[in-house]
C-alpha cells in the first residue's frame, strides 16, 4: 500500500515534503498502515480518504480548501505533506472530491448523509449561497440536507452530484453551459438537472468547462450518453455547436452499454459494460430433476432408463451424481425448437442385454476420437449419430463435455458407466432427429476489419486480379448508364417501399425494367449488381456531405463544392435527397389549408377561349382570373403543408362546394390553357408541328412572350409549379428537358435541343458534314442559301450577327453559323425561364431546386405519366376487325398488364408521343388497330407495325395472348423513334 507521486511539488501538492517535484515516481510520506480507498487530485492541492473513513489532505490551502484551522478556526498555512483532517474525526468520510480551490466531502454521522464543502466561494462552486466568505473547514452544503447523495464530482469551477435514486445536481460555474439547466450562468446552491427527470443517472462526471453523464432510461431499459458545456476540440462528443447548455445524446453510445464515465480538464472517457450475448445454443427447456432449474443452462444430462425421461443439469450431476443412470444421453447444444422428438427409454431388463452387470474401471479397446487416450476410464461416451455399418466413435469425458473447434456439426453421446457386451451396440439415432439440416453452433455477429496500411496493401496484392477485373468493368463508362440504373433502382426501391440503401445487393432486375432502358439492356446482371455496389457506396459517403452544401448559391468558380455536386447529381440516390428535401421544404410552415376563397368564371373563360385569340393581359382565362387575384395579393398562401390546398375556388354560377374538387378542376384546365393558344406562354414544339421527331406532345415557352407582363405571368406559373411540390396535386403538362434543365440550373445540350427540333439538328449537320457528300466549295452556293440568320420555335427570326440578314453562309464559315444557330437556340428561352424559376423559388427554397435531377424536378411538380387506358380506347377506331376480336382483346389486356413506363413507350411507338391528350376532343387524330392480312408468313413470326404519323398500330393474327405480349413488348423497346417520315440515312455513328 505505497503511494508514489510524480510532477510538480509546487505548495507541496504531492506530499513529498519541501522536494520541487520529480521526474521519476517517488515515496509519498504517508503511513504504509493505512489503507488507501479514494484519492483526489484538485488544481493545486490533493486529498486521500482511507478505508477507515479519515481524510488526509496536501498542497495549497490559500482559500481553505484543506479544511485546516487551528483551535482559532485560522486556516493553516500550504501543507508539504498529507495530514490529516481532524475537524472530521467525529464523521465517517464516504467519499471525496477536488477542484480548483474547493474541496467536497460525503460524510456519513449517527446514520444521517451530509455533503461538506470548503474552500474558495466565488462562482458559487462551494454551493452555500451567493453572500458567503471562504469557507476555512468543511460546512454542510444546506441544499443536500435529507437527499441520500452517493458521489460527487468536482475539476475546476462547477461540481456535480448523484443520488443513490438516481437524482443529479449540478452547481458553480455555468459559463459555457456545464450546468445543464438551459442557461449561461452561475448557480450558488444545487440545483436538480431537471432534462433527466425521467432517467436514471448511474455514472457522471466533470472536466474542466464540460460534463458528462450516464443515464438509464426508464422507459425503454437503455443506458445512454449525454455531454453538456463547451465543444471547442470535440470535447462534448459532438459534431456541431461550439457550446450548449441542455444536455445533448451522444448517439455513438447506442447499443453499446456504457456504465461510468471519467474526465480530464479537456477530454473524456466512457467505459462500457461486458455485452449480453443472448445464448440459444446451450439453453434446454426442461427442468432439472434435482435443483428445480429451469430452462436448464449449460450441458445436459437425459436419463433413458426407466417409464420415466428425467433431465439433469450440470450442476445437479454434481450435487447427486447416483442420480445419473447407467444409460444416458449426453446433450450440449441445445435441440432444435422446430423439432418433436421422445427420448428411446429402455427397462433395466432390457439395459441388461447390451451392458454388462459391473460397472469398470476402464473400458477395453476403447481409443478416445478427440485426444488419442486408450482406453478410456471410468466413463464412456459414444456418439449416437454414426451409422450402423461404421465404426463407433469413442470419446472421454473431458473431450465430450467441452466444445471443440472443429465439430461443426452438433453432437449428442450416449453415456454408459458398464461396458457394452461384446458384439452389442446402441441404437444409432441420425442428427436430424434433433437438428434442422443447416443449423450449426455459434454466434451470429458481424465483423468489419480495419486495416493498417501494411494490412491494406496485402489486400490489394491478394485480390489484385479481381481488383483489375472490377476495374475494367467499370472503367469507360458513360454517364447514361448511371443515370438509368439510378432511375431503375428508385424505381425497384419505390415499388418495394424500401429505403434504396435496404435493397440487397443481390437484387433482381427485371427485364421489362432493362428492356426501356437502351444504356441498360444489353448489361449482365452482374455487372449491374456490382455497378450498383459502386453507387451504394458512393451515396454512403455523400450522404453527409449534402447537408453542408449551400445550395443556394449558383455555380460559379469560388463555389467548388456546389460545382462538383452538379457534377454527379445524377449518381445520386433519391433516398438520400428526399429526408433532406422534404425537411427544408416544410420547415416552419403551419398552414395546412387555404383560407383565401377565389371566384373563378369558366364561362367567360370558355367565352374569351371561343374567340380563337390568346389571353396576353391574363385577365380573362382561369390561369388568368387566379393570375390577377394573387398579383396584388401575393403569394405567400402558397408556403403549405403536405396535401393541402393554398386556397378554394369557387365557381361563379356553378353550386359547388371547395372540398378539393373545384380546386383540382381549376389546376386541371390551367393545364389545358397553357398547353393550347388560349395562352401565349406555351407553343407547340417544333417536333410537334413537324410531326417528326422524338417527344411530339411535347410544349415549350414561348421566345414571344417577352413582355413585362408575360414574365409576371410566368412567374405565377412558377408559383403553380411550386405548389404541386408543396401539395402532390401535379400540374399535368408535358413538358421537355429543354425546359426543366433550365429550372434546376442545369446547362442544355444538343440533344436537349434535337428532343424539340430535330429537324433543326438534322439541318445543321447536313450544312457541316456537306463535304462527305461531294459537295466542294464551288457547288456549297448554288445548294445552300442562307444568311446568318435563324428562325427560332415560335417562327420568329433572329440575326445571328449584326447585320446578319446581309451576309450569306460560305463554306469556310459554315461551322461557324452551325454553331451560332445552336447557342441561338439553346438560349431562346432562358429569359422565360429565368421568371418560371423565379416564381419557383417563391415557394421551395431555391437550394432545392439545384438539389435535384431535371427528372425529378418533372416527376414533383407533374407526377408519373399514366396511359390512361379508358381514354385511349374511346378514341380507338377498328379496321378489318372489331373489339370483340381475340387479338384485339389480348392487345388491350397486354396494354393493362403494362407498366406505367412500357405504357409510355407502347404510345411513343405508335404515336411519337409519351402522354395522350388530357380529353378527347384533344385528339387530333383517332387511335387505330388494323389485323395484318398474311399468306405466307405464320402470324406468329411477325411483329407490330406502327404508323406514326397515322397513330396506327398493324397487329398480327396471333394465336395466344403469351405470343401477342412478348411480341408487342419486343417492339415497343427495340423500335423507337424509327420515322421514316423524315431521312433515313446517316442513322450510325461514326464509332457504330
Not at 139 to 145: L, Q, R, W
Not at 398 to 423: D, H, M, W
Not at 693 to 718: C, T, V
Request: glycine residues 6%.
Amino acid at each position: 500500500n505505497e503511494l508514489y507521486a510524480y510532477g510538480s511539488n509546487a505548495d507541496g501538492r504531492c506530499g513529498i515534503s519541501w522536494s520541487s517535484g520529480s521526474f521519476t515516481p517517488t515515496l509519498a510520506e504517508f503511513s504504509k498502515a493505512k489503507t488507501i480507498k479514494q484519492i483526489a487530485c484538485g488544481h493545486n492541492h490533493s486529498m486521500i480518504l482511507t478505508n477507515d473513513g479519515f481524510l488526509y489532505a496536501t498542497g495549497s490551502n490559500e482559500h481553505g480548501q484543506l479544511g485546516l484551522v487551528d483551535d482559532a478556526g485560522n486556516k493553516f498555512s500550504n501543507m508539504t505533506t498529507f495530514r490529516q483532517i481532524t475537524d472530521l474525526n467525529k464523521k465517517v468520510v464516504k467519499f471525496c472530491a477536488a477542484g480548483q480551490n474547493f474541496s467536497m466531502v460525503i460524510v456519513k454521522e449517527k446514520n444521517r448523509i451530509s455533503v461538506l464543502s470548503c474552500g474558495d466561494k466565488n462562482q458559487g462552486r462551494l454551493g452555500q449561497g451567493e453572500n458567503i466568505s471562504d469557507r476555512y473547514k468543511f460546512t454542510e452544503i444546506e441544499g443536500f440536507i435529507g437527499v441520500d447523495v452517493k458521489a460527487v464530482y468536482a475539476k475546476k469551477k462547477h461540481a456535480i452530484a448523484v443520488t443513490k435514486g438516481g437524482k443529479i445536481y449540478s452547481w458553480g460555474c455555468g459559463e459555457f453551459g456545464q450546468l445543464g439547466h438551459g442557461s449561461f450562468k452561475n448557480e450558488f446552491v444545487p440545483k436538480e438537472i431537471e432534462f433527466f427527470n425521467d432517467m436514471r443517472v448511474i455514472s457522471a462526471s466533470v472536466a474542466t468547462t464540460h460534463s458528462v453523464v450516464i443515464v438509464k432510461n426508464k422507459q425503454e431499459d437503455t443506458t445512454q450518453v449525454y455531454s453538456f458545456g463547451d465543444n471547442t476540440s470535440g470535447k462534448l462528443g459532438l459534431k456541431s455547436r461550439e457550446k450548449v447548455s441542455t444536455p445533448q445524446l451522444i448517439e455513438f453510445y447506442e447499443g453499446k452499454n456504457p456504465s461510468k464515465t471519467f474526465s480530464g480538464g479537456q477530454h473524456s472517457f466512457v467505459l462500457t459494460e461486458n455485452m449480453k450475448v443472448t445464448r440459444i445454443r446451450d439453453i434446454h427447456n426442461h427442468t432439472c430433476e434435482v435443483t428445480g432449474q429451469s430452462p436448464i443452462e449449460g450441458q445436459m444430462y437425459v436419463g433413458l432408463v426407466g417409464s420415466k425421461t428425467i433431465y439433469i443439469s450440470q450442476e445437479g450431476a454434481q450435487k447427486n451424481p447416483a442420480i445419473i443412470p447407467d444409460l444416458a444421453a449426453f446433450v450440449k447444444e441445445a435441440i432444435s425448437p422446430n423439432k418433436e422428438f421422445h427420448w428411446p427409454l429402455i427397462d433395466s431388463q432390457t439395459l441388461d442385454e447390451f451392458l454388462q452387470k459391473e460397472k469398470a474401471q476402464e473400458f477395453t479397446g476403447t481409443v478416445c476420437k478427440l485426444c488419442s487416450v486408450q482406453p478410456i476410464k471410468n466413463i464412456l461416451f459414444i456418439n449416437m449419430h454414426v451409422p450402423e455399418d461404421e465404426p463407433a466413435e469413442y470419446c472421454c469425458e473431458e473431450c465430450a463435455t467441452r466444445f471443440n473447434e472443429l465439430e461443426v456439426s452438433p453432437t449428442l453421446f450416449y453415456r454408459i458407466q458398464r461396458p457394452l457386451k461384446p458384439g452389442k451396440r446402441l441404437p444409432s439415432i441420425p442428427r436430424t432427429q434433433f437438428y434442422v439440416q443447416s443449423d450449426t453452433f455459434g454466434y451470429n455477429m458481424q465483423i468489419i476489419p480495419k486495416y493498417n496500411e501494411k494490412g491494406h496493401d496485402y489486400i490489394i496484392q491478394k485480390y489484385n486480379e479481381s481488383y483489375i477485373a472490377f476495374s475494367n468493368d467499370m472503367n469507360n463508362l458513360k454517364p447514361e448508364v448511371d443515370e438509368q440504373l439510378v432511375d431503375l433502382l428508385n424505381n425497384i426501391a419505390q415499388k418495394q417501399e424500401k429505403n434504396i440503401m435496404e435493397i440487397a445487393e443481390t437484387v433482381t432486375f427485371p427485364k421489362d425494367e432493362l428492356n426501356i432502358r437502351s444504356s441498360l439492356e444489353k448489361a449482365t446482371v452482374d455487372f449491374l449488381r456490382k455497378r450498383f455496389i459502386v453507387l451504394k457506396n458512393f451515396n454512403n459517403k455523400v450522404k453527409n456531405i449534402i447537408p453542408l452544401i449551400d445550395f443556394s448559391a449558383r455555380k460559379d468558380e469560388y463555389n467548388r463544392i456546389r460545382n462538383v455536386y452538379s457534377g454527379c447529381n445524377m449518381y445520386i440516390f433519391w433516398d438520400i435527397k428526399a429526408e433532406l428535401f422534404d425537411k427544408i421544404l416544410y420547415a416552419g410552415v403551419s398552414k395546412t389549408a387555404g383560407n383565401i376563397r377565389i371566384k373563378v368564371n369558366r364561362m367567360k373563360a370558355s367565352k374569351f377561349i371561343g374567340k380563337g385569340k390568346p389571353d396576353h393581359t391574363g385577365e380573362y382565362t382561369v390561369f388568368g382570373q387566379l393570375f390577377q387575384y394573387f398579383k396584388t395579393a401575393g403569394y405567400n398562401c402558397f408556403k403549405v403543408t403536405k396535401d393541402a390546398n393554398p386556397f378554394s375556388v369557387q365557381f361563379v354560377g356553378e353550386a359547388s362546394i371547395d372540398a378539393g374538387g373545384p380546386y383540382r378542376e381549376a389546376i386541371s384546365q390551367i393545364c389545358t390553357e397553357l398547353q393550347s393558344t388560349a395562352l401565349p406562354l406555351m407553343i407547340q414544339s417544333p417536333n410537334q408541328k413537324n410531326d417528326g421527331g422524338q417527344f411530339r406532345e411535347k410544349w415549350i415557352l414561348s421566345p414571344s412572350a417577352n413582355s413585362l407582363n408575360h414574365m409576371k405571368m410566368y412567374e405565377f406559373l412558377g408559383v403553380l409549379m411550386g405548389t404541386s411540390i408543396r401539395t402532390k396535386n401535379f400540374l399535368n403538362l408535358d413538358l421537355p428537358s429543354f425546359v426543366w434543365k433550365q429550372l434546376v440550373d442545369v446547362p442544355l445540350t444538343r440533344k436537349d435541343l434535337e428532343y424539340i427540333d430535330r429537324y433543326t439538328v438534322q439541318c445543321l449537320d447536313d450544312i457541316v458534314n456537306i463535304h462527305k457528300k461531294g459537295i466542294t466549295e464551288e457547288s456549297f452556293n448554288d445548294l445552300i442559301q442562307e444568311n446568318f440568320i435563324t428562325c427560332l420555335s415560335d417562327g420568329s427570326e433572329v440575326e445571328l450577327i449584326p447585320n446578319g440578314r446581309s451576309y450569306r453562309v460560305t463554306f469556310d464559315r459554315r461551322e461557324e453559323y452551325a454553331n451560332l444557330v445552336e447557342t441561338f437556340r439553346l438560349n431562346e428561352m432562358k429569359k422565360q425561364a429565368e421568371a418560371l424559376r423565379k416564381g419557383l423559388t417563391l415557394v421551395v427554397p431555391e437550394g432545392l431546386l439545384n438539389l435535384l435531377t431535371w427528372r425529378e424536378l418533372e416527376t414533383l411538380v407533374c407526377g408519373k405519366s399514366i396511359l390512361d387506358i379508358e381514354l385511349l380506347k374511346t378514341n380507338t377506331v377498328y379496321r378489318n376487325c372489331s373489339e370483340t376480336d381475340s387479338v384485339v382483346e389480348f392487345f388491350w389486356k397486354a396494354l393493362i398488364e403494362f407498366s406505367p413506363e412500357e405504357r409510355s413507350m407502347y404510345l411513343r411507338f405508335v404515336w411519337g408521343r409519351s402522354r395522350l391528350p388530357l380529353i378527347s376532343k384533344d385528339f387530333n387524330m383517332k387511335h387505330q388497330i388494323e389485323i395484318i392480312k398474311t399468306s405466307n408468313i405464320k402470324p406468329d413470326m411477325m411483329l407490330p407495325v406502327a404508323h406514326t404519323c397515322f397513330f396506327s398500330i398493324e397487329l398480327p393474327k396471333y394465336s395466344t395472348y403469351e405470343i401477342l405480349r412478348d411480341k408487342l413488348k419486343y417492339a415497343i423497346t427495340h423500335c423507337q423513334a424509327i420515322d421514316t417520315d423524315g431521312r433515313a440515312y446517316d442513322v450510325w455513328d461514326d464509332d457504330d
